[in-house]
């Protein structure tokens, strides 16, 4: 059996009035998707345990099978596993976002404009970070670079017990209000505004701004944590595994479930990513392992900027260029499962997440169903034959060991 699980970040919405009251996922047309829904089982699962914050940490560990009220320690550690670094027991990682904070006529105040700097380019970013590090970093800070506003903040013997916000959670709130608030909240507020003067007028800054694009001028830390301790996912299920996506939270939960990392060139975790190159990496990972995780972030990027042409123009994308080639090529094993779902919903109303639960559906070559007219999207819920799954860490279990296909 081979096992293939399909995440669209960040896919659930909300209904919109300019769509005529559907979600984004019901307004784009996803055949491929819709297939699967027809000739699968369907329901709808909590990735999110009540009381834990709707990340995309804690919703793809769950969907690995990870329970994160026992094994989930932050996001930032993740990244740093993907990127190489290896944590002492004492470190503390930070996600360190490049950000556009908008500033009032007298610079007292400022919002957050943009919590990805524009979607700086990789190459720019980098030398930014290069800046920070050399000017604030210390023998106790360090700062790495990573892919185009999300890098790194590693704070030796540092403070865990401080209360950060993400920033795509504040677009367009004035920064005051969200700024680390406890033990070890000093250092971070002053690492954060020391930014400001370290990029305002930095050469990188002053061409986009030239260019009529959005500057990287503040560093915003939050997502800390300490490095986790997994069991691997072929110690849980006696299955060797793959992993693709451009984004290093999820290339780290795949390190530490102990996943081959495929790299695909061109994958940007935004709307220009190459989906071909994943759905092809993943088919032939398939070759030599029983399970691969594809993991494709577009939707989630454009939930946030709170654009849903963007988001719809993702989830059709998604559809034929990822779900449609995995789907064709899985025919050439003879016994296979895919399970598609979002990680968690991302509201282009709200730009940020939610931990309602989201659809699923699982399907089985040698187990069809006869669902007509089934479409993938929040609807499954309101049928009556819908599986619903409280516990989402346990949606893996039974996608393995195919307990929903010979129970109804």
């Known amino acids: 059996m081979k096992y293939v699980v399909l995440i669209g970040d960040g896919m659930a919405d909300m209904p919109l009035r300019d ?35 709707p990340g995309s940490d804690v919703a793809n560990l769950s969907i690995l ?39 009032n006529a007298d610079r007292t105040r400022a919002i957050m404009e943009d919590y990805s700097g524009g979607h700086i380019t990789t190459e720019e ?27 790194l903040m590693i704070w030796s013997k540092g403070s865990i017990e401080v209360e950060c916000v993400p920033p795509h959670d504040i677009i367009g709130r004035d920064i005051m209000d969200y700024l680390p608030v406890g033990e070890g909240e000093e250092v971070l507020r002053k690492i ?16 986009r701004i030239n260019n009529g694009e959005r500057p990287g001028n503040s560093i915003w830390l939050w997502g800390q944590g300490k490095k986790p301790s997994l069991p691997t996912f072929r110690d849980k299920y006696s299955l060797e595994g ?5 984004v290093d939270l999820t290339k780290g939960l795949g390190i530490y479930a102990g996943f081959r990392i495929l790299k695909v060139p061109g994958v940007t975790g935004y709307l220009d990513t190459n989906y071909e190159g994943k759905a092809e990496a993943a088919l032939k990972a398939l070759r030599d392992v029983d399970f691969v995780y594809v993991h494709v972030e577009a939707p989630d990027e454009a939930g946030h900027s709170g654009a849903y042409g963007d988001k719809i123009r993702a ?20 016994k296979y499962r895919i399970l598609l779902l979002p990680d968690h919903p991302t509201p282009v109303a709200l730009k940020t997440h939610t931990d ?26 309101d049928h009556d034959d819908a599986i619903v799954m409280e516990e989402g860490f346990r949606l893996m279990d039974s996608f393995i060991n195919g307990e929903l296909f010979t129970g109804s």
């Not at 320690?73 to 996600?95: K, N």
């Not at 030398?127 to 999300?150: C, M, N, Q, T």
């Not at 989830?315 to 789907?327: G, K, P, S, Y």
Request: glycine residues 8%; negative net charge; charged residues 20%.
């Open 125 to 151: 970013s980098r030398v930014l970070i290069d800046e920070i590090h050399k000017e604030l970093g210390s023998d106790a800070i360090a700062f790495y670079p990573g892919i185009s506003y999300r890098h």
């Open 19 to 53: 769509l005529g009251d559907k979600t984004p996922l019901q307004y784009a047309r996803t055949p491929s998707m819709d297939v699967l829904t027809q000739k699968g089982v369907y329901g709808m699962v909590r990735t999110i345990p009540q009381g834990m914050h």
């Open 242 to 246: 793959a992993l693709v996506s451009a």
């Open 192 to 207: 954060m505004m020391d930014s400001l003067s370290v990029l305002a007028r930095h050469p990188v800054n002053m061409k």
């Open 315 to 334: 989830i059709e994308d998604f559809d034929t260029r990822v779900v449609a080639q995995v789907m064709a090529g899985m025919k050439a094993f003879q």
């Open 65 to 103: 099978g990870y329970n994160p009220s026992e094994y989930y320690s932050g996001r930032a550690p993740l990244e740093a596993a993907s990127m190489g670094i290896e944590l002492l027991e004492d470190d503390v990682a930070y996600r360190c976002n490049l950000v556009t904070l908008k500033h």
């Open 356 to 381: 309602t639960p989201v659809p699923f559906v699982m399907f089985d070559n040698s187990a069809l169903r006869e669902n007509k007219g089934m479409t993938f999207d929040e609807g499954i819920g």
